[in-house]
DNA sequence: ATAGGTCAAGCGAGG
DNA sequence: CCTCGCTTGACCTAT
C-alpha cells in the first residue's frame, strides 16, 4: 500500500520565504494576466515545472511514490496552448526528465481537475470549458510520457444534479464520448460529499455500467453520502471497477472533530490523522487530503507502521 | 518580509 | 443573497 499526497510539499519550504518557496502552483489574478500576459504565464510555468522536479526528487528520498500534481501547474492554461509558449522547450525538456525519473522509479503520479469542471452539465459552454481543462490535464501526462490508464488517473467529481441525477448521469456518459483517447484511458470518477450527489453506489450503478470508468472511494465523503452501503461494502464495490490497475482510495478525517469545534463543517478535511487507514484487506494505494500533507502523512504512516509491530 | 484584502471557472448547503 | 467547501491557498499592494 503506497501512501499519497496531494500537490503541496509542505517539509521543502520549511523556514524559506515566501518569494523563494518550492512550489508549483504560481498563478497569478486575472488583472496581472491581463497587464503581464502569455510570457509571464511561461515563465512561471516553467518554475511551477522545475519546482515539480525538486518535489519528486525529495519523494524519492522520503519514500514516497504517490503524489497528485498539481492543476495550476500552467496558469490560465485555458487561454494558450500550451506548446506554443516562449519557454517550452525547456518545458518540455523538463517534464520529458520528470517523467523518464518518475517511470524508473515506479512513482503514481495522478491529478484532480477541480470541481469547475461539469462534464454532466445542460450548458454546452460550461461542457466546453470542462472537455478543455481535461484536455489539457492529458496533454501535460502525455508531455511527462505517463501510462494512458487510470494507474496515471484524471480523477473528477460527476459534482451536479440539477434536480435530475439520473438526466445529469446520461449526459455525463454522453459528453465522455466526446473526450479524446488520452483522457477516457485515464479518467475515473469519485464519489460527492453530500446526501444528494453521487454516492460510490450512484456511481457504480449510473456511470461506471455505462462507460466502465473506475470508482475512487473517498473514505470520508461516504460519511455524508453512503448511498445505503457501509464503508467495507461500497469500498469493494470500488475496488472491482478497477481491472489490472491497482485501485486508488481517498481518506481524511474531519477537521471539525479535530479542532472539537462545530462551526467547521464536518466535510472539511483535517490537518492530521489520529486513526489509521483502514482499507478491509484489499491491496489500494491511498490519497491523503489532509491538510498538513506529507507531514501528516509521515505521521499516519508512524501509526501503521506501529499498529504493525504491535501484532 | 509581512499583513490584510482580493481573487476565473460551478455547484449545493446552510445562515 | 452571501459564504463556505471542494480542487490547491496564493496573489497583490501597502507598509
Known amino acids: 500500500m503506497n501512501l499519497g499526497y496531494a500537490c503541496i510539499n509542505m517539509t521543502l519550504s ?73 519557454d517550452y522547450d525547456h518545458i518540455e525538456m523538463t517534464l520529458d526528465a520528470i517523467g523518464k525519473f518518475a517511470n524508473a522509479e515506479g512513482m503514481r503520479l495522478t491529478c484532480h481537475p477541480g470541481p469547475f469542471n461539469k462534464l454532466c452539465s445542460h450548458k454546452e459552454n460550461v461542457v466546453l470549458n470542462t472537455i478543455k481543462d481535461l484536455e489539457t490535464h492529458a496533454n501535460i501526462f502525455d508531455i511527462i510520457g505517463l501510462p494512458k490508464t487510470p494507474f496515471s488517473k484524471i480523477n473528477i467529481h460527476v459534482g451536479a444534479t440539477y434536480g435530475n441525477k439520473q438526466k445529469a448521469a446520461d449526459a455525463f456518459c454522453r459528453n465522455f464520448e466526446r473526450l479524446s483517447d488520452s483522457v477516457k484511458a485515464r479518467l475515473t470518477v469519485e464519489n460527492d460529499d453530500k446526501a444528494s450527489l453521487y454516492s460510490t453506489k450512484d456511481l457504480y450503478e449510473l456511470i461506471y455500467k455505462r462507460i466502465g470508468i473506475p470508482i475512487v472511494h473517498d473514505f470520508h465523503h461516504h460519511l455524508f453520502c453512503d448511498g445505503g452501503l457501509n464503508q467495507e461494502e461500497a469500498l469493494g464495490l470500488a475496488v472491482s471497477t478497477w481491472g489490472d490497475v491497482k485501485p486508488v482510495v481517498h481518506y481524511s478525517q474531519s477537521k471539525s472533530i479535530e479542532y472539537n469545534n462545530p462551526k467547521i463543517k464536518p466535510q472539511a478535511h483535517s490537518d492530521f490523522y489520529w486513526e489509521p487507514v483502514n482499507t478491509y484487506g484489499h491491496n489500494v494505494d491511498v490519497m491523503c487530503e489532509a491538510k498538513a500533507k506529507e507531514k501528516a502523512v509521515i505521521g499516519l504512516r508512524e501509526m501503521i507502521f506501529n499498529k504493525m509491530e504491535a501484532k
Open 14 to 86: 520549511d523556514g524559506i520565504p515566501k518569494t523563494k518557496r518550492v512550489m508549483t502552483n504560481r498563478s497569478m489574478i486575472r488583472r496581472t494576466f491581463d497587464k503581464m500576459g502569455t510570457n509571464y504565464a511561461s515563465e512561471l510555468a516553467l518554475l511551477n515545472c522545475i519546482d515539480l522536479f525538486n518535489i519528486l526528487k525529495w519523494n524519492k528520498e522520503n519514500n514516497f511514490s504517490f503524489y497528485r500534481l498539481s492543476s495550476e501547474i500552467f496558469p490560465w492554461s485555458s487561454e494558450y496552448k500550451i506548446h506554443n509558449l516562449k
